[in-house]
Each structure stands twice: as structure tokens, then as C-alpha cells.
């Protein structure tokens, strides 16, 4: 083991809080969704019953209706805001009101063959009927076009927070109500790395309309301020559908997986709404405006990890990467060098986030792309080795942004790029 084997393991045992990991000390105290779910690829090459347990905690906090919460408020602490009380869900334990990029299922199968595939494995079979009830959920709640995309309601909900896909649809966000609030999370990091004032005032008025409404799926998803059919999580929700098949066919769960199969079946056709042709990527699109972003991000990459798109489509996308190769020092950006409001150290408006290069990555391998796959991972790897474990990192200089010491940046390191 090297000495950044071993810093990672510290890493992850010094954020875990019993049974759950923060992902940093002080800036996020609390247990987030796709953090836990990347974060379990890291415990599974040294503890893999604490794999399994990051799991289980995420999901024992499932709503009713089977959406798996953004964030599980297990202990008090007054260092991040929104907290709780802003929230004012009304679940136990304390949650967020929404949901982020359901990568879970494909964790559970990845987890699950390491371990044999055994299709009695029992923890495997709990986790599959939280998958199944979430992405049911998804199905439900988050596809008002019956295309098999995947509709967010917060841009929270996307995991790339402030990524520039989403300006015109928060500009037209009412503000006049928001009220006065403490945030914390500049008192943690450099402002400069994170959004901006007027965006997070956009932020908490999309908050308080579903916290206005109870929390109602249905309503929010109708009538809220922002709907956007996110790239991000309509291929990570595909992708992920795809291994919960696999999991349903091994389990002999036929309805399931029939349901399962159609639903593949109408997001594979439905991705072609996402595609622009003029700039040669999948972009996501507003779902009240049916306006394209038309913006390259990291996230348009992830069609190769969700296995859509044609031999042309699949070029100009390696033809857009290969653009961003020759304009920056590292891959892969949040958000193509030049284009509106790009900014190589402000959150998801440029800098690299290792788990999408990760997803990123596994789906070029997937598709003959060995080498743009192994640009990644070793860049990936020479950012850890040069920054630290970061949050971020910018993709012109290399330096770490955001929080340090950060759990699903040691997870990459075990799991892929160390
Ligand atoms: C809001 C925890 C989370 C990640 C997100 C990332 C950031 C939170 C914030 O941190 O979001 O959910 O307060 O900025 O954008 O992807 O899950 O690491």
C-alpha cells in the first residue's frame, strides 16, 4: 500500500460518523445521497461490511413514497445551512425535501458481483427494493413528458449545484420572499469557490415553495420554479435502470424486470430530445421552455456510461473532448473552458469533481474508448498526487477547491484512479 492508500483509508474513517460518512469535516456535516453511494466503493477494498452499512443508512431514511433524500440529517449541527429546521420535511430521521443522481443501483450490483453474485445475498436483496421503490418514484414523479427522462426540481437535486445549465431557468426564480438567512458554508471556504449570493437566494425560494406545499411530490413537480430535464441524472437514472434489471433477473423478480425493460426502452429513444446537433453533445433542457442549454459539461459525457447514442453522435462527442483536451491542463471540467460564466475555480462552473470523470470514465472503457479513459484516470490520479484530496480541483492549475479531506475523492482514489 502507498502512502496515499493509506491517507485515503484515514480519510474515510475520519469522516465516518457511525454507520454513515460526511463528506468533509465542517462544510457538509451531514450524510449526502451520491456522496454515500461513491463513498461505499471506497470502504469495499478494505471493510466491505461498512460498504454495505453506507448503504443501508442512506436508505433507512427513504420516504414513504420512495424517494431517497439529498441529504439525512442524523445529528445535530448548526454549521451548514439549510439545515433541518429549514427543511421542515417532518420525517425521522431529518431530511431534505429532495432527492440527487440515483447511482445507487449501480453500486449495489457492482458491490454484489465482487462478492460472487449470489442472488440469495440478502443485503443486496434489501437494497434492490429501495432501488426499485426510488426509481418507481422517478418514474412517477419526475417524468411530466412520459419520455423516460428525468425532471429535477432544485438544481441541488442535480449534484452539479451551480453548473451554467441552469441560469436562464433561475433567473426567472421569485426571489421577493426569501427573507434574511445566515449562510455557512462561506465561513467554511475561499467565497470565491462557491455560488454566488443572488444564486443562492434562488436556491432557498425554490426550497421554501416545496416546503410551502408540504412537500408535495405532485405539486411541486407540476407547478414549482424550476424544471429542468437534467442530462445528469436522466443518464445515471438510465444506467442505473440497467443494473437494477440485471439485479431483478437474478432475483427472478419477472414484473420487475419487464417494468424495467420498457423503461430502458423509452429513455433510450427519449435521450434524442437531449441531443443538440449544432453543438455536438447531449445538453439538458427546461422542461416548461423545452429551451437547450447548449452548453458542454462533464455531464454530457455520461452518454457513453449510460450506453445511448450512435457511432456519429458517440464521434462528435470524443471530437468535443479532444476540444477540451487542447484548451485545458487536466480533464475532465465541469464546464468547457470558454463558454458564458465559465470559471476554472467556482464550484460546477469548471473545476473537475472526480466522480463524474469516474462515471465518465468506466463508460468510455465500455465503449472501445480505452485511451480517452486512461487520460482520465491518470489525470484523475496526478491531481490527488499534486493537490491533495479535494473536493474539486481547478483543470488549469491543478490546485484543490472547495473542501479538503473529502470522502468520495478517497473513494475514487481506492476504488479507480490510485
Ligand atoms: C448541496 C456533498 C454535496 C454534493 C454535491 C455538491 C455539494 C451541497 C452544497 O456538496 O452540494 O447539496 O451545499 O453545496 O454540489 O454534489 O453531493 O458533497
Not at 464521434?315 to 487536466?330: D, N, V
Request: some cysteine.
Amino acid at each position: 500500500m502507498t502512502d496515499l492508500d493509506h491517507r485515503a483509508r484515514d480519510i474515510l474513517c475520519r469522516n465516518d460518523r457511525g454507520g454513515y460518512t460526511v463528506p468533509t469535516h465542517g462544510l457538509y456535516p451531514f450524510q449526502w445521497n451520491w456522496d454515500s453511494a461513491f463513498v461505499a466503493l471506497g470502504f469495499a477494498g478494505f471493510d466491505r461490511d461498512r460498504a454495505w452499512q453506507e448503504l443501508e443508512t442512506l436508505v433507512s431514511a427513504q420516504w414513504a413514497d420512495g424517494m431517497i433524500p439529498h441529504i439525512v440529517f442524523h445529528q445535530h449541527d448548526e454549521g451548514y445551512f439549510p439545515g433541518p429546521g429549514v427543511w421542515a420535511t417532518g420525517q425521522t430521521p431529518p431530511t431534505s425535501g429532495i432527492t440527487q443522481p440515483p447511482v445507487l443501483a449501480t453500486v449495489v450490483r457492482r458491490l454484489w458481483e465482487e462478492e460472487g453474485a449470489d442472488p440469495a445475498h440478502p443485503r443486496m436483496r434489501a437494497l434492490y427494493r429501495a432501488c426499485l421503490a426510488s426509481h418507481r418514484w422517478f418514474h412517477t414523479y419526475r417524468d411530466p413528458l412520459g419520455n423516460g427522462l428525468a425532471m429535477v426540481t432544485h438544481n441541488w437535486e442535480t449534484g452539479r449545484d451551480n453548473s451554467s445549465e441552469w441560469d436562464e431557468a433561475l433567473a426567472r426564480v421569485d426571489t421577493s420572499g426569501v427573507g434574511s438567512y445566515q449562510r455557512r458554508d462561506t465561513g467554511h471556504v475561499d467565497a470565491a469557490m462557491r455560488p454566488k449570493q443572488s444564486e443562492y437566494d434562488r436556491y432557498v425560494a425554490i426550497l421554501q415553495f416545496g416546503r410551502d406545499c408540504g412537500w408535495d411530490h405532485r405539486r411541486i413537480a407540476d407547478e414549482g420554479p424550476f424544471r429542468m430535464i437534467d442530462v445528469g441524472t436522466s443518464m445515471i437514472l438510465l444506467r442505473a435502470n440497467r443494473d437494477l434489471l440485471i439485479l431483478a433477473e437474478a432475483i427472478g423478480d419477472a414484473p420487475a424486470a419487464a417494468e424495467l425493460r420498457a423503461r430502458i426502452a423509452l429513455s433510450e429513444q427519449g435521450m434524442d430530445w437531449l441531443w443538440n446537433e449544432e453543438v455536438g453533445a447531449y445538453c439538458s433542457r427546461d422542461a416548461t421552455t423545452g429551451a437547450s442549454s447548449a452548453l458542454v459539461t462533464n455531464a454530457s459525457f455520461l452518454a457513453f456510461y449510460a450506453g445511448v447514442g450512435t457511432p456519429a453522435r458517440h464521434a462528435r462527442l470524443i471530437a468535443a473532448l479532444a476540444r477540451i483536451e487542447a484548451g485545458t491542463r487536466f480533464l475532465l471540467p465541469s464546464l468547457e473552458a470558454g463558454s458564458r460564466d465559465y470559471d476554472h475555480r467556482r464550484y460546477w462552473r469548471g473545476p473537475i469533481w472526480l466522480v463524474v470523470s469516474y462515471m465518465v470514465a468506466l463508460g468510455l472503457a465500455e465503449h472501445g474508448e480505452a485511451a480517452w479513459s486512461e487520460r482520465l484516470r491518470r489525470d484523475s490520479a496526478r491531481l490527488i498526487e499534486a493537490a491533495g484530496f479535494y473536493e474539486s480541483f481547478s483543470p488549469e492549475t491543478g490546485e484543490g477547491s472547495g473542501g479538503g479531506d473529502f470522502s468520495w475523492t478517497a473513494a475514487m482514489w481506492l476504488a479507480w484512479c490510485g
